[in-house]
């Protein structure tokens, strides 16, 4: 953003939906609607059921500068349709998330709000808007695991003949989730990486199983080498977040909570979110980032005024957690965790009564792509 002025020579604009899936100078608009030859032609396709469609897949050097998406605003595609983006001609993707996850929030549900990282829109408009570098080669792909098939929307802009520093990092994000975490086992948001790389921070859903969760719970971060005990240590993850006494549904630049059930939540769910941008985490040899699950023995109306009294009421908790992790790193970089499966990802959520009576359905046939 400080340099908005600054006219690069080399470096060219260009744009991927199902009007220009190639991204071409003069390509797109070409498909012809009941108004004519570009007359929004080819604004969308239907993603069958098991399908897995590439996206784009971009000759470098390049910048991913943001992506758009729109499908049905419910939990079911949220969480069934799954994002990968493979660097260069690594076979395993680094960025491999359900939508809803990787566009900026949990459960498959969120209310419009704005950050640094993402903005989602009443209907569940999805935008991201990390710079995603690439020397050689960007490919994009979604894939459709639910039973049906589901209509797709997207834009991704990017530029390219971007000069990029040959120690820039990749984009690398992850999904998980534990429906019910181990007692005294702290989930992981990152599971160790080795080698080098920047935390960026994570999209963090919490659905409690009991009251008096109230997020007190310590984010860890371990960095090269640490073993037993961490160098960055948190005080709970209402404060990891930014917030405070609970959570509170505040949704700031770099931090905050996007959902928040029931105000002062005891019961959630709740979708958060911290980013490390102007506090950044460099590691240079290994990261691991934890987050405990720990709780109070009752509501803070009656805990004793005091601070010992407070430690006293602590208590350890098994909830449903969930995340999705991001990241930069240099390739070649290891193969990500396995994906949870679809059953896991939409276990306890609040999906679509009838699928089959969504809009778009058999009867209505929006053009395949061009």
């Keep these: 953003m400080n340099d908005l002025y600054r006219l690069a020579r080399n470096v060219r604009s260009r744009a991927i939906s199902f009007e220009n899936p190639t991204g071409a100078p003069g390509g797109g608009g070409r498909a012809t609607s009941p108004l004519g030859v570009g007359r929004k032609g080819a604004p969308a396709r239907m993603i069958e059921s098991g399908e897995c469609v590439q996206l784009a897949d971009i000759e470098g050097p390049g910048v991913l500068r943001h992506l758009w998406m729109a499908t049905y605003d419910i939990a079911d595609t949220m969480r069934?349709?799954?994002?990968?983006?493979?660097?260069?001609?690594?076979?395993?993707?680094?960025?491999?998330?359900p939508i809803g996850d990787f566009f900026g929030f949990a459960h498959g549900a969120s209310p419009p709000y704005?950050?640094?990282?993402?903005?989602?829109?009443?209907?569940?408009?999805?935008?991201?808007?990390?710079?995603?570098?690439?020397?050689?080669?960007?490919?994009?792909?979604?894939?459709?695991?639910?039973?049906?098939?589901?209509?797709?929307f997207f834009q991704i802009d990017y530029t390219v003949g971007d000069e990029i520093e040959a120690d820039s990092g990749y984009l690398h994000a992850l999904f998980r989730r534990e429906i019910s975490t181990v007692v005294k086992a702290d989930f992981e948001l990152l599971p160790r990486r080795i080698g080098r790389g920047r935390y960026l921070g994570a999209v963090i859903g919490v659905r409690p199983t009991h009251a008096n969760w109230w997020g007190e719970g310590a984010v860890k971060i371990y960095l090269d080498g640490d073993d037993e005990f961490a160098s960055i240590v948190g005080t709970g993850a209402e404060d990891y977040?930014?917030?405070?006494?609970?959570?509170?549904?505040?949704?700031?630049?770099?931090?905050?909570?996007?959902l928040v059930t029931?105000?002062?939540?005891?019961?959630?769910?709740?979708s958060m979110y911290r980013w490390h941008l102007p506090d950044p985490v460099y590691w240079h040899e290994s990261i691991r980032v934890t987050l405990q699950q720990i709780g109070l023995a009752a509501s803070p109306e009656k805990l004793p005024r005091s601070l010992q009294g407070y430690r006293e009421c602590l208590v350890e908790r098994s909830d449903d957690y969930s995340t999705c992790?991001?990241?930069?790193?240099?390739?070649?970089?290891?193969?990500?965790?396995?994906?949870?499966a679809l059953s896991l990802r939409l276990e306890g959520l609040s999906l679509a009564p009838d699928l089959n009576a969504l809009p778009l359905q058999p009867g209505f046939s929006l053009p395949q792509s061009m």
Excluded at 325 to 340: C, D
């Design 262 to 270: 029931r105000g002062r939540t005891d019961t959630g769910p709740v």
């Design 114 to 152: 704005a950050s640094a990282v993402h903005s989602v829109g009443e209907r569940l408009a999805l935008n991201i808007w990390l710079p995603m570098p690439f020397f050689r080669r960007a490919r994009v792909t979604i894939t459709n695991e639910l039973a049906i098939a589901v209509p797709l």
């Design 80 to 97: 069934g349709l799954v994002i990968r983006m493979y660097w260069e001609d690594q076979l395993h993707p680094s960025v491999e998330a």
């Design 241 to 258: 977040v930014g917030l405070s006494w609970g959570l509170q549904r505040n949704a700031f630049v770099y931090h905050g909570a996007s």
């Design 325 to 340: 992790t991001f990241w930069y790193e240099p390739l070649p970089s290891a193969a990500l965790p396995v994906l949870p």
